[in-house]
Structures are given as structure tokens and as C-alpha cells.
Antibody, heavy 116, light 107 residues
Framework: QVQLVQSGSELKKPGASVKVSCKASGYTFTGYAVNWVRQAPGQGLEWMGW????????TYAPGFTGRFVFSLDTSVSTAHLQISSLKAEDTAMYYC?????????WGQGTLVTVSS | EIVLTQSPATLSLSPGERATLSCRAS??????IVWYQQKPGQPPRLLIYDTSTRATGIPDKFSGSGSGTDFTLTISSLEPEDFAVYYCQQRNNRPITFGQGTRVEIK
């Protein structure tokens, strides 16, 4: 069965970096894009962008350029989200989701908490 | 960027009642509206795509309608497991955007 399993919760200090992973199984990894979606505490869903799993080309939504990097390790069917220079407002649940723009499978989410 | 406005913010209903949720786009999105359900502590779950096509395994108590800028998700008869937050999403234009959500709560 299709699964997206994300790495565990992270507690980071302001200014640090974090890398979130999303490991896919149950389907051909390169057959579907991977998207990233942010959900701040008690808030709605915010699309961060996507990565083409064939070419590795990332596309970032407005507001997610500069400090956010999407990458792949296709040898282990895994997508990564790296956030640098963390700020308190980056505290959120981060989800990976399969497919180009109809998100049919989601990871369980990774909570990133930024606090001094 | 297309703004999606969902109404009402909260819908208080009893089990067995019909729920009607609205999603309005700031410009036409053709038929490219997607609906998700999210329960506390869980990721969103795909319900309906392209206005009215139910995703695999979604019961027919969920239905969608609309076109252009006005869309509706209807839950015909609420069951306890349907009380959740519902989001619409448009995929007609980039960036992809979501509505702010409608919470369906038990009255």
C-alpha cells in the first residue's frame, strides 16, 4: 500500500537549520511529484511547492524562497525539506503529499518547533 | 494568487443532518476544486477532486458541485466520524491555494 513516512518531531533554536524527510513506499517514487504543505498551529494549510521526482527540479511557492530547499534521494525513495535560519514563525507541522496537484496520499506530518 | 474563501467558518449540526459547505474563488478556477477532510492530529484526507469526483473509497454521502468561482461540498447525513475541518483547494493556477477551512462541529 502507498505510504509516506516522515521523520520525527524536531525542536530547534532560532537561527538553526532542520531537515525533514519523507520516505515513500508502495509505488514507483519517480512516477509522482512530491509536494510540501505547512500548517501552523491551529491554522490552515499552506502550499510550499513541489519537486519533480524525475528531474529533481524544485518549484517554490511565493513566500518559500531562499530559506527552503527541496531535495531528493531517489535511491531510497525519499524527499527532503530543509529549512535554514529558522525563525519562531516557522513553528508548524510540515506535510509531504504525493502527486502534482491532487494530493492523494499524505505523510503523517513532522512537527518543527523553533524556540530558544 | 487565487484566494479561496470558505463559509461558514464553523457549522454546528447534529448527527443525521445535512451539511452544506461553500468555497468561493477570487477568480474562475474552472472545475479544478479539490476538497479535503482533516481530523485532529491527522493529515488531510482527499475527498473530492475536480469539483465532483469522489476519491477512492469515499462514500457517496459526500458530493461536490459548482463551477467557475462558486463551489459546494455537501454531506448528506452527518455521522459522528464526519465532524472535522474541511478545506477546499484550487489547482487551476499556480500557486496552489487552500481555503481557510470550515469546521463542522456537533451541535
Amino acid at each position: 500500500q502507498v505510504q509516506l513516512v516522515q521523520s520525527g518531531s524536531e525542536l530547534k533554536k532560532p537561527g538553526a537549520s532542520v531537515k525533514v524527510s519523507c520516505k515513500a513506499s508502495g509505488y514507483t517514487f519517480t512516477g509522482y511529484a512530491v509536494n510540501w504543505v505547512r500548517q501552523a498551529p491551529g491554522q490552515g494549510l499552506e502550499w510550499m511547492g513541489w519537486i519533480n521526482t524525475n528531474t529533481g527540479k524544485p518549484t517554490y511557492a511565493p513566500g518559500f524562497t531562499g530559506r527552503f530547499v527541496f531535495s531528493l534521494d531517489t535511491s531510497v525513495s525519499t524527499a527532503h525539506l530543509q529549512i535554514s535560519s529558522l525563525k519562531a514563525e516557522d513553528t508548524a507541522m510540515y506535510y509531504c503529499a504525493r502527486s502534482y496537484d491532487i494530493f492523494d496520499y499524505w505523510g503523517q506530518g513532522t512537527l518543527v518547533t523553533v524556540s530558544s | 494568487e487565487i484566494v479561496l474563501t470558505q463559509s461558514p467558518a464553523t457549522l454546528s449540526l447534529s448527527p443525521g443532518e445535512r451539511a452544506t459547505l461553500s468555497c468561493r474563488a477570487s477568480q474562475s478556477v474552472s472545475s479544478y476544486i479539490v476538497w479535503y477532510q482533516q481530523k485532529p492530529g491527522q493529515p488531510p484526507r482527499l475527498l473530492i477532486y475536480d469539483t465532483s469526483t469522489r476519491a477512492t473509497g469515499i462514500p457517496d454521502k459526500f458530493s461536490g458541485s459548482g463551477s467557475g468561482t462558486d463551489f459546494t461540498l455537501t454531506i448528506s447525513s452527518l455521522e459522528p466520524e464526519d465532524f472535522a475541518v474541511y478545506y477546499c483547494q484550487q489547482r487551476n493556477n499556480r500557486p496552489i491555494t487552500f481555503g481557510q477551512g470550515t469546521r463542522v462541529e456537533i451541535k
